[in-house]
């Protein structure tokens, strides 16, 4: 099994998707212990102090002006956990809670927490025995961290609430505990809070979608390259000396992708044998590039955006390099968040041009002498008619998950946080529109691919045959009366989403952007 090893200067997102999705071992460097030794003994000077800390000896919030006694700080520890897991709603996926979780271990062994060796370690075997806490999809403002998400996974690691077992039953976390040897974590000074106060919900679903929406970019480009192949358009568009006097790196990419799939290709420039020669392709066809493209750039953004905040330890208060315990206001979610929701307007983007593509596959009048809406007898068949309204369905749902979540605010904690991210449900909006993403390309696929197979007498791209072959072997017909149309649908949902589809594509052409 891989195992990742965590030190003091974060993380990378390959570790990241290697726990969460993985189920990656995890282990602490000597480094990682040594950094957290160092600042507990911080802490634990500070503690012993008659001044009043924030997070050490204070209340917190808008609490924190209240002076905590020694005899009453584990309680109030135990208690910030327990208050603060007030999370509501559908379970959030198991993914999402290893990568939080991980993510807060990565600041905790930073050294700049506070926390206690033996806690980072206890984090660490509760991954390792894939027991994972259950969180729900509510409770996250994305500021003072993601409390609610947070403050569930710390609540199991008392050995309380409940989490989800190897086994995918949900038990008790004590018993879960008790079973894999690991005993449960008993809360000293600052440790309640250093546990809470991250960015690392949002994080790892930012990461998470990264991956994703890069497979997907990929294969938005071969769907682009069928459906213009499938029209008789042009590739002249795609030259590199056109994209070269606009240089943005992500169009380039993109033109590349769509020329390397149209590659030998019998159909691209048949217009200029028709009777009415086409001048230009439309938009949704000659842009393609152009919009894909802009989403990759914008991908490159957030990426290094999520490499900075995988570096970063975000806890408040910090324990410094010189000793010093100071508050500050790192925790807040805004750099995540905006990027977050860039991410789902440039999703929402290449969905709404992939729709428009697949609406001119259908329509006779546009579609340049294919069948209307690609039906084997159309007034008897309504071909893929319905596929059209399902993928524009999607479009609209993802439309209104472009509204950036950003760029409201709800104060919280009686004023003491007045300005919030809402980090946390950019990111929730986003997993759901790379789902939906998801769909819109499998159905341009499934209708490309059957537009060039009525082509009769002309010769496709290889790499287009071969995109054919994997929707074939992957369960999507081709052309034929109609039929239940769902279950062509999901197999080609599935092509798509396994990277089927790219994996074909590249044995011909070699490696896509």
């Known amino acids: 099994m891989h195992t990742v090893v965590v030190g003091t200067s974060g993380t990378t997102a390959e570790d990241v998707i290697a726990v969460a999705r993985g189920n990656a071992r995890v282990e602490l460097s000597g480094e990682a212990l040594e950094a957290l030794t160092r600042a507990r003994e911080i802490v634990d000077a500070l503690a012993a102090k008659p001044e009043p800390v924030y997070g050490v000896s204070t209340g917190f919030g808008a609490l924190a002006s209240r002076h905590i006694s020694p ?189 390397a799939v149209l590659e030998g290709s019998g159909l691209v420039r048949h217009f200029q044998e028709e009777s009415a020669p086409r001048v230009q392709d439309a938009y949704s066809v000659r842009c393609a590039p152009q919009v894909a493209g802009a989403g990759r750039d914008t991908m490159a953004h957030a990426a290094l955006v999520a490499s900075r905040e995988l570096a970063a330890a975000v806890d408040n208060p910090v324990v410094l390099p010189d000793g010093r315990v100071e508050s500050n206001g790192n925790f807040h979610g805004a750099p995540v968040a905006y990027v977050l929701d860039f991410l789902a307007i440039a999703a929402a983007d290449l969905g709404s041009i992939a729709e428009r593509r697949t609406d001119r596959l259908l329509d006779h009048n546009r579609s340049h002498g294919l069948p209307p809406f690609l039906a084997d007898d159309a007034g008897v068949d309504s071909g893929l008619m319905i596929a059209q309204y399902t993928q524009a369905a999607l479009v609209s749902e993802m439309k209104r998950l472009a509204v950036p979540a950003s760029a409201d605010s709800i104060p919280s904690s009686a004023m003491q946080e007045d300005h919030v991210s809402m980090g946390w449900s950019a990111a929730r909006k986003l997993r759901t529109a790379v789902d939906n993403l998801t769909r819109i390309i499998a159905i341009e696929m499934y209708a490309a691919t059957r537009a060039i197979e009525l082509r009769h007498g002309l010769t496709p791209a290889p790499a287009s045959r071969a995109a054919i072959a994997a929707a074939r072997a992957g369960g999507v017909q081709g052309p034929g009366p109609d039929r239940f149309l769902a279950p062509d649908l999901a197999a080609a949902d599935a092509v798509v989403r396994t990277g089927a589809l790219v994996a074909a594509v590249e044995e011909v052409t070699g490696p896509l952007a």
């Open 71 to 259: 005899e009453l700080r584990a309680q109030l520890q135990r208690n910030i956990v327990r208050s603060h897991a007030a999370g509501m709603g559908p379970r959030v996926e198991r993914e999402v809670v290893r990568a939080l979780m991980f993510l807060r271990l990565k600041t905790v062994c930073s050294g700049r927490t506070g926390v206690r060796p033996s806690v980072a370690q206890t984090m660490a075997d509760m991954l390792n025995a894939g027991i994972t806490p259950v969180v729900h999809e509510f409770g996250s403002l994305g500021c003072s961290g993601d409390l609610a998400p947070l403050s569930h996974c710390a609540l199991a690691l008392m050995g309380e609430g409940d989490a989800e077992g190897p086994d995918g039953v949900v038990r008790p976390a004590g018993e879960l505990l008790a079973e894999a040897g690991i005993k449960a974590v008993e809360l000293r000074e600052k440790e309640g809070l250093a546990l809470l106060n991250g960015t690392d919900g949002m994080l790892g679903m930012l990461v998470m979608a990264l991956a994703d929406l890069g497979k997907l970019y990929t294969a938005a480009d071969i769907t682009a390259a069928l459906t213009l192949e499938a029209l008789l358009g042009t590739e002249k568009v795609l030259a590199p000396e056109l994209h070269a006097i606009r240089p943005h790196p992500g169009q380039s990419a993109s033109a590349a992708n769509m020329a």
